[in-house]
Structures are given as C-alpha cells and as structure tokens.
C-alpha cells in the first residue's frame, strides 16, 4: 500500500457517499445515469470473485464489500426507491457496445486464459468506459448539478491517483500490470474534458454547464 | 512471463 493507492482508494468511497447522499438528501437520482450504476455493479461483481478465495487484508475485504453492497444498494435507489425522479429519457447510451467489446477484448487480452482471470480482466477494462453513459448524460442535458459534479470529479480522480501508484509501485516494488496502466489511463483521459470544466467552472462557484 | 497470481488491487 502507499499513499497514491490509498487517496485513490478514499476518493473513490468519497465518490460513492458523495452520490449516495446526494440522492437520499435530495430523494432524488436526477441527472444519474443508471446505465452507468448498473455497469459498476458489474465491474465489482466481476472483479471481486475471489472475495471469499483468497484474503490479501482486512482493509481490502472491507472495501470490496462496501463498494459491492453500495453499487446495487445505488441501483435499488434509482430504480426502485428513487424510480419516478429517473430521468430514462436522456440515459440512452446503448450497454452492449460497451459490454460486447469489452467482453470478447477480455478472452483475447488477458494475462492467463483462466475463468477467474478473464472476468477480472473484463472488470478492468470495462471500468475504463463505465462512465461513457453517464458523461454522454451529462452531455445530452448540458448540465449537471454541483454535487454531481463533485461526485464525478471524485471518482476521475481515483483513477488518476492510481495512475502515480503504479508509477511509485513499478519503482518501489518493480511491479508492472499492462492492462490495469492502459484501462486505468483511457479511464482518466475520458475524464479530460470533465476536469477541465470542473476546474474552469465548479470550483469557481458557477453551475457545471457544457456549451450548448 | 509472470502472471500476477493475485490481484492486490481493488
């Protein structure tokens, strides 16, 4: 563990409350993509099998749990408790041309030809465009709320601080992983565009809007 | 090449 992967790690809860309270204080999911919501809980789901396999520590086996049991603790908000405040309308981005693809680039690129293996490596690179239908929202409505923006903001961020882990790991430790730097880099990159208006507009107190 | 036996990694 170093500081990097453990900012990363925090950002990442933060993201997760930030959204959670964002939509129990406002009873409200507008402006969230479910799709979105929906491909976390898959990413979780597939990533973290080997939960009950093999036990790296206490602080790893908590955090899959959180983030497992909140991924579809989201999904029961938004489509059930919160179902009437969804907007469906404008979360139209198509799952399957992210699924598909990312689907058979897992049985082609992987580290080992195993079940355990592909669907981790599924997980990973599915990760990296997760949060297309959610920025494809933000952009058919050409805006989002603050808070959201916020919880945006913290979860582009977890990736990009894994990105110096990996950096410090590969100089500390010697450890490379391939396919987590490349997914983890496209996953930041499709973050540009957001970071800048956050950082242009939100922190300086205006509403995060996209020219029209 | 050596497989990463495990993911630490969340």
Redesign the interface.
Known sequence: MNVFRLLGDMSHLLAILILLLKMWKTRSCAGISGKTQILFALVFTTRYLDLFSSFISIYNTTMKLFFIASSYFTIFLMYSKFKATYDSNHDSFRMEFLVVPVGGLAFLVNHEFLPLEILWTFSIYLESVAILPQLFMVSKTGEAETITSHYLFALGSYRLLYIFNWVYRYYFDGFFDLIAVVAGCVQTILYCDFFYLYITKVLKGKKLSLPA | ?D??D?????
């Not at chain 2, 495990?6 to 969340?10: G, M, P, Y």
């Open positions: 090449e497989v990463l495990i993911h630490d990694e969340l």
